[in-house]
């Protein structure tokens, strides 16, 4: 069970949000790269990215400081980053600096054959992520909810060669009320690809009831405000996680 610390990046500063609202954000640090050394000192064998102002402007805005996180780490550790990723040749920039994985969102649900090129030409490197709310899939930073099924548009998706999903409950990130465990294994059974769980990790017992069904396709869990709030110590979480599941 990969624990991957969030870095999420608002005027290159680390921000965590509530529920996506870029009104609602508290900095949690004005040096991206020191945060990422932090993470991967502690363990991490994976970093979580996001471009957030990226993702409300549909293109690349905190570019510089994701460049030099993957400067300094990505030689250490995978490091996977979503926000505003909608054509390719920005993928293929990130992937040339070092990144290993990008994430799509709203790009995918809005332009599947984006999605498509982007399996074909970078395999192995696409991830998708779906945020949803009571099974139906949000977009443009979350603050539109589709009527797409969040397990139908996995099908999808997994049929066009993505590496795995990321699967948000929107009504839990970053407000500390325990991941929705019940609607991840829902998806990650109804997939053969991996999926890796985000919203609302508020502490380690939410990290055991993960590993109890990590069997079930589920690879991994993104970790954001409890890291920062000190309500889960990573590194020890990261350790009961390997206990459990080697």
């Not at 990046?9 to 949690?28: A, E, H, I, P």
């Not at 040749?89 to 290993?100: K, N, Q």
Request: proline share 2%; hydrophobic share 40%; net charge negative.
């Amino acid at each position: 069970m990969l624990l991957i610390p969030a870095i999420d990046l608002k005027d290159g500063n680390c921000v965590r949000l509530k529920q996506g609202d870029m009104d609602q954000s508290t900095t949690f640090g004005e040096d991206p790269v020191l945060m990422a050394s932090n993470w991967v000192a502690k363990g991490a064998r994976r970093l979580h990215l996001v471009d957030l102002n990226g993702a409300f402007a549909g293109h690349p805005k905190n570019e510089k400081a994701i460049r030099r996180i993957l400067k300094e780490v990505g030689s250490a550790v995978d490091v996977q980053l979503g926000g505003g990723i909608r054509d390719l040749d920005v993928i293929e920039r990130y992937l040339d600096a070092g990144l290993r994985y990008v994430i799509i969102g709203t790009a995918a649900i809005r332009n599947p054959g984006f999605l498509q090129d982007a399996c074909t030409a970078f395999g192995g490197h696409i991830i998708v992520g779906l945020d949803a709310r009571d099974g139906k899939v949000a977009t443009d930073g979350w603050s539109k909810l589709t009527r797409h099924d969040v397990v139908d548009l996995g099908k999808k998706f997994e049929d066009f060669g993505v590496e795995s999903i990321i699967y948000t409950d929107i009504g839990r990130d970053g407000m500390l009320s325990g991941i929705n465990v019940e609607a991840t294994v829902k998806l990650a059974q109804a997939l053969s690809i991996p999926v890796i769980a985000s919203g609302g990790l508020s502490n380690i017992a939410d990290i055991e009831a993960l590993c109890d069904v990590e069997d079930e396709g589920i690879e991994g869990v993104i970790c954001g405000r409890a890291i920062y709030s000190g309500d889960l110590d990573f590194a020890a979480a990261q350790r009961r996680a390997d206990e459990l599941n080697g």
